[in-house]
């Protein structure tokens, strides 16, 4: 233990404890900007890059970065004095004097945290004048928006992706002054092994980097004479909320329903309909490859920025993923089929739009593979949770006033075991709660799988199923997803099914979410919720959707029909590694 004195109260911590972490016990609180501990998924940056958090060493007079610095014996900490006060406000308008200072028009506008901090440490003037950057903005992709002007090299993002995700898309690039963080060769981002899961703008703290908005896109055709549809993923209900000064994993559902009506939508339906649909092929496809009837590990396929990871960096597992199309996707396909035929209306004047968690399903949707043979895709256009607050903001709708209503028939019936789709672990427990009936012909009695729930990187359990012992896996979070495939790939690991996520807490904190700013237990709450939505189900398991079953009766003629093949499944691409 060391002995140290913090504003005057005398405490003893742990050796290599940082000043930070020591003010944080007692609930002194020091403004930090490049740093982010989120101890939950083990991934801490503190480069002390940005030097906000500087505190003064009453000993000496020394001022010294309180993210990185660890306590010594007989320190004298001040962390509000004048000294450091000053230095923090310098540092800050030294920030912003090579800023583009265009907060009333930036995506990140009262989400930024630099705009936060100079606000509270009273910055009103730029005292420095000189030279700023003007690099091109790199808009390319569908997913991805990277402008490097408004980058402050916190490099969050860049330890995020690298790190955490190990997808190494981006790095720092330059000296001196021209130093920002980039990608190789200074290509787009969807010309780099970048799989879109988003979290790096998860955790920038500018406007450095922001999502693709279709904001504008769906306006345009919700003003047009096409008959343009919705629907709304698992987590979006979970998360909305927070955008209008709800709790998180407060369930909003209703009342999103009722604000889609009020935009425009001519009819709202639910993801979770498609998830179950997903899990009728998934669970069959699983329950033949346990007969023998093609290779053991099944991967789910549910998550675009896991795909697009799979295909760069463990293409030789390409036949190993199961070879059902995503929920929204699986959506996409019917209603521009089933439901076309019912309202009788041509495909071509019907527009199914997305609300997703997820910056990747943008670019997913535009996919070849998910286009039907005139070249129609399953989904126009996808919009992020953010996205839709906004558009509900601007409509000037009050969303905590609105009544609940009900999602359109007959693409809105849903199960429990669809809802739990938007949490980690959600996907490939909602499989087993319908393979284990499909193969034994029993009732399953404890549907809860919580060893496969939380937020940890890696979880794994075994269940029995007629007498054969299962053997599951969870991986959120694509490092832990590439440690796990390497364990599968040497032999050292024998699962019989696993779950991908690429993203922390599954979709619940995807990169299209309202942002959490480092506070993890925001996904907690978030898949409190997600879990809630599920037990207050009558029914819980995907085969027991009644709207699902009159589906394949009346279209499909069954589960892994020809038509449903054709409609509901998809292939792989093995792309070259960068």
Same mark, same amino acid.
């Given at each position: 233990?060391?002995?140290?004195?913090?504003?005057?109260?005398?405490?003893?911590?742990?050796?290599?404890?940082?000043?930070?972490?020591?003010?944080?016990?007692?609930?002194?609180?020091?403004?930090? @900007?490049?740093?982010?501990?989120?101890?939950?998924?083990?991934?801490?940056?503190?480069?002390?890059? =940005?030097?906000?958090?500087?505190?003064? !060493?009453?000993?000496?007079?020394?001022?010294?970065?309180?993210?990185?610095?660890?306590?010594?014996?007989?320190?004298?900490?001040? +962390?509000?004095?004048?000294?450091?006060?000053?230095?923090?406000?310098?540092?800050?308008?030294?920030?912003?004097?090579?800023?583009?200072?265009?907060?009333?028009?930036?995506?990140?506008?009262?989400?930024?945290?630099? $705009?936060? @901090?100079?606000?509270?440490?009273?910055?009103?003037?730029?005292?420095?004048?000189?030279? /700023?950057?003007? @690099?091109?903005?790199? !808009?390319? *992709?569908?997913?991805?928006?990277? !402008?490097?002007?408004? =980058?402050?090299?916190?490099?969050?993002?860049? #330890?995020?992706?690298?790190?955490?995700?190990?997808?190494?898309?981006?790095?720092?690039?330059?000296?001196?002054?021209?130093?920002?963080?980039?990608?190789?060769?200074?290509?787009?981002?969807?010309?780099?092994? &970048? #799989?879109?899961?988003? $979290?790096?703008?998860?955790?920038?703290?500018?406007?450095?980097?922001?999502?693709?908005?279709?904001?504008?896109?769906?306006?345009?055709?919700?003003?047009?004479?096409?008959?343009?549809?919705?629907?709304?993923?698992?987590?979006?209900?979970?998360?909305?909320?927070?955008?209008?000064?709800?709790?998180?994993?407060?369930?909003?559902?209703?009342?999103?329903?009722?604000? @889609?009506?009020?935009?425009?939508? /001519?009819?709202?339906?639910?993801?979770?309909?498609?998830?179950?649909?997903?899990?009728?092929?998934?669970?069959?496809?699983?329950?033949?490859?346990?007969?023998?009837?093609?290779?053991?590990?099944?991967?789910?396929?549910? &998550?675009?920025?896991?795909?697009?990871?799979?295909? $760069? $960096?463990?293409?030789?597992?390409?036949?190993?993923?199961? *070879?059902?199309?995503?929920?929204?996707?699986?959506?996409?396909?019917?209603?521009?089929?089933?439901?076309?035929? /019912?309202?009788?209306?041509?495909?071509?004047?019907?527009?199914?739009?997305?609300?997703?968690?997820?910056?990747?399903?943008?670019?997913?949707?535009?996919?070849?593979?998910?286009?039907?043979?005139?070249?129609?895709?399953?989904?126009?256009?996808?919009?992020?949770?953010?996205?839709?607050?906004?558009?509900?903001?601007?409509?000037?709708?009050?969303?905590?006033?609105?009544?609940?209503?009900?999602? !359109?028939?007959?693409?809105?019936?849903?199960?429990?075991?669809?809802?739990?789709?938007?949490?980690?672990?959600?996907?490939?427990?909602?499989?087993?709660? +319908?393979?284990?009936?499909?193969?034994?012909?029993?009732?399953?009695?404890?549907?809860?799988?919580?060893?496969?729930?939380?937020?940890?990187?890696?979880?794994?359990?075994?269940?029995?199923?007629?007498?054969?012992?299962?053997?599951?896996?969870?991986?959120?979070?694509?490092?832990?997803?590439?440690?796990?495939?390497?364990?599968?790939?040497?032999?050292?690991?024998?699962?019989?099914?696993?779950?991908?996520?690429?993203?922390?807490?599954? &979709?619940?904190? %995807?990169?299209?979410?309202?942002?959490?700013? %480092?506070?993890?237990?925001?996904?907690?709450?978030?898949?409190?919720?997600?879990?809630?939505?599920?037990?207050?189900?009558?029914?819980?398991?995907?085969?027991?959707?009644?709207?699902?079953?009159?589906?394949?009766?009346?279209?499909?003629?069954?589960?892994? *029909?020809?038509?449903?093949?054709?409609?509901?499944? #998809?292939?792989?691409?093995?792309?070259?590694?960068?």
């Amino acid at each position: 233990m060391v002995n140290i004195k913090i504003n005057g109260v005398e405490m003893a911590v742990e050796k290599n404890t940082t000043i930070l972490e020591a003010a944080n016990t007692i609930g002194i609180k020091i403004p930090t @900007l490049c740093h982010l501990n989120l101890h939950d998924i083990k991934f801490v940056n503190k480069l002390a890059s =940005c030097r906000v958090c500087m505190v003064e !060493d009453l000993r000496n007079g020394k001022l010294l970065p309180a993210c990185a610095t660890p306590v010594k014996e007989g320190m004298d900490i001040n +962390t509000d004095s004048v000294k450091a006060v000053k230095a923090r406000r310098a540092i800050v308008e030294l920030l912003l004097s090579d800023h583009p200072n265009s907060c009333l028009t930036c995506p990140k506008n009262l989400n930024c945290q630099l $705009q936060t @901090l100079a606000r509270d440490l009273n910055v009103r003037e730029i005292p420095y004048e000189g030279e /700023k950057r003007d @690099l091109p903005i790199d !808009d390319r *992709s569908l997913s991805l928006v990277r !402008d490097a002007n408004k =980058c402050i090299l916190c490099r969050r993002c860049e #330890t995020m992706c690298n790190e955490v995700q190990t997808v190494g898309a981006l790095a720092e690039v330059g000296r001196g002054f021209n130093t920002y963080v980039g990608s190789t060769f200074d290509r787009s981002m969807f010309e780099t092994t &970048c #799989t879109f899961c988003g $979290q790096c703008l998860s955790v920038c703290p500018t406007g450095a980097l922001t999502e693709v908005s279709n904001v504008d896109k769906v306006w345009e055709l919700l003003r047009s004479d096409k008959i343009v549809v919705v629907q709304t993923a698992p987590a979006v209900r979970v998360a909305l909320g927070e955008e209008f000064g709800l709790e998180p994993g407060t369930v909003v559902t209703g009342k999103m329903v009722n604000a @889609l009506r009020r935009l425009g939508f /001519k009819k709202v339906f639910d993801t979770n309909f498609a998830a179950d649909l997903t899990i009728m092929e998934e669970s069959n496809e699983f329950v033949e490859r346990l007969k023998g009837n093609g290779t053991l590990p099944i991967l789910t396929s549910c &998550c675009p920025g896991w795909v697009n990871f799979m295909e $760069q $960096q463990f293409s030789d597992l390409i036949d190993i993923p199961s *070879s059902c199309k995503s929920p929204h996707e699986m959506f996409g396909a019917v209603a521009k089929s089933y439901l076309c035929k /019912k309202m009788d209306i041509d495909p071509k004047d019907l527009v199914v739009v997305s609300v997703m968690p997820c910056i990747a399903k943008k670019f997913e949707a535009a996919r070849p593979e998910l286009e039907s043979e005139d070249g129609n895709s399953d989904v126009d256009v996808v919009i992020t949770t953010r996205e839709l607050a906004s558009m509900i903001k601007e409509a000037g709708i009050n969303f905590q006033e609105l009544d609940d209503e009900d999602f !359109d028939d007959p693409l809105g019936e849903s199960t429990g075991a669809g809802a739990i789709f938007g949490a980690t672990g959600g996907v490939i427990e909602a499989t087993v709660r +319908t393979a284990y009936e499909k193969i034994t012909g029993e009732e399953l009695g404890e549907l809860e799988f919580t060893d496969l729930r939380g937020l940890t990187g890696i979880k794994e359990t075994e269940v029995e199923i007629d007498g054969k012992k299962i053997r599951i896996a969870v991986a959120n979070g694509l490092g832990n997803t590439r440690r796990l495939l390497e364990k599968v790939q040497s032999g050292e690991e024998e699962i019989h099914a696993i779950e991908v996520m690429a993203c922390p807490g599954g &979709c619940i904190g %995807g990169g299209g979410q309202p942002y959490h700013h %480092g506070d993890l237990s925001v996904l907690k709450r978030r898949a409190e919720g997600i879990y809630s939505i599920d037990k207050g189900k009558a029914k819980r398991k995907s085969h027991e959707n009644e709207k699902v079953q009159k589906l394949y009766d009346e279209f499909f003629g069954g589960v892994a *029909s020809p038509l449903a093949i054709e409609l509901l499944h #998809t292939s792989y691409e093995k792309k070259p590694k960068l």
